[in-house]
């Protein structure tokens, strides 16, 4: 394992897309200390700002506040990245396999055009996790990320396919022009949930304001929820899906595109 | 030549099997009655690729702690002759005994078996194009919107290779020594995960030979060396020790050679009863397929 701790804080957001198993691996610690990052238009060294401790292996460990480190984990295809702190953003976008923990907050952009892997962070994070970048046609292509506490706008913009779950609440436009996958909103939502949604599967535990372009279907526990609840029970989140505490209320939508996606507002027994 | 078992003679020889294709289904619904519901159907009129195209049977009931979707399930194994007509048949038993079956929804239990069938792919066409799909853990399942919510079912289905045909004959002192030797058996080869017995109740009273004697067209007829009705006859060579009035065979399939020993190993234990005066083996001398399960070696004799 390698262990990076931030000792000096950047003045502006530091890219260190080399923060990543797949270029870590097989290197020596002085091959690490030289690998090169981007303040602002300025090539520096990774230990201008880190200490690196041991060998490069499959696995990363960051300590500090990475708060404006940027790219930790980007496109990262196996092994796993620990940040014991905060991480800045675009943590794991276009990542395709492999974890990442974080154990504070993430900006945005987190798991943007993923397409593999498992992002689990513990706090909160900005807006568009999960999402396409602006001109791209997809956001997230596979793959699971867990958020802990609340996120910004736009989450799961364009996503495809791949599994979304926010603990916490969400602001506006989640799920927005979604074209597949599953979002999963612990916390409820604001304003414009799954506004121009194609396709793809919105599940909210909590009532969540509705656009007019949804139209009311059904009240029922979907067999795939259960899938869904067994998957993301092992992740340690628990997804109702027992009849007995109630049902799901299915909303079809958005029919302005028109599109073929979903809305499952958790309903429990009694209300 | 033989050995005994609890005063049964065991023949020394060998129960003959051939290659099959198999895929096995996982089917769940509300409750374990609508799964079984739903296993009964799909299984019927499965007992032998001769006339029906394919053999099925229920595999083992399943605990929800063990189906994907966390409800009661059953275990179906189907056996073919090869992958593409196994996977006709899968389409349209699933399509016809499953997907009508009430909160039933249905998924492969071969994941990681290296061939793969489209099953859900095809049925989903049903959903006339209402129909939706999840990609979880890279596995496909469709949606298909039916009167009670949704059908949901597997992409595809995994095929793996498989032997059908393993059997035992057990011959009896008369019908009912026979019969209940035989239930003996079955109960006993039902514990064994990986193989179904695709007969009535497990047992199968009218054993046949290939081809026919006096009919061109048949491709299988009576195993008359083993009926005792014909014994005597001038034109039939029996196989019947004296003392024997009635024969039931159990027929077996398996995922593999291990599950198909296990079975015959109990089944041969279990029908040595008071009253059985042999238990043996059909083959047709190696012709008919390359697998030989010799009893006595079952049996460490």
Redesign the interface.
Known sequence: MITLTLVEQPAVPLEAEVVRPDVVAGLSAEAIRALPVFLGRRQRRLDDFFRVEGDGGDEIEVRGDAGRVKWIGRGMTRGRIVVRGNAGMHLGAHMAGGAIEVLGDASDWVGAEMSGGLIRVQGSVGGQAGAAYRGSASGMR?GTILIGGSAGLEVGMRMK?G?IVVAGRVRDFAGLQMK???LVLGGGAELRTGAWML?G?IISLHPIPLLPTFAYA?R?V???V??????LQALGFGLP?DEADGAYRRYTGDSSVPG?G?ILVWSPRGD | MGTERRGVRIADTFAEAFDMRAARVVI?AATPAWARTAALSMTGFATSVIGCKVEAGIETELSPADT????PGISVLLFGVNTEQLGKQLVDRIGQSVLTCATT?CFDGLPSAPGRVAVGGLLRHFGDRLQ?S????GRR?W?IPVMD??F?VEETFGVQDAIGGGNLLILGRDAEVALAAAEAAVDAMRQVRGLILPFPGGIVRAGSKVGAERYQHMTASTNDPYCPTVRGRHDVTTALPEGVNAVLEIVVDGLDRAAIEQGLRVGIDAACRPGVVEITAGNYGGRLGRHQFRLHGLLDV
């Open positions: 596979d396919r599994t597949g996958g599953t396709r599967t059904c029922y979907p067999t795939f259960r899938l869904y609840a067994r998957h899906a073929r979903e | 769940t994907p979707d966390g409800r929804a939706s999840k990609f979880l853990e399942y949606r919510g949704e949901l």
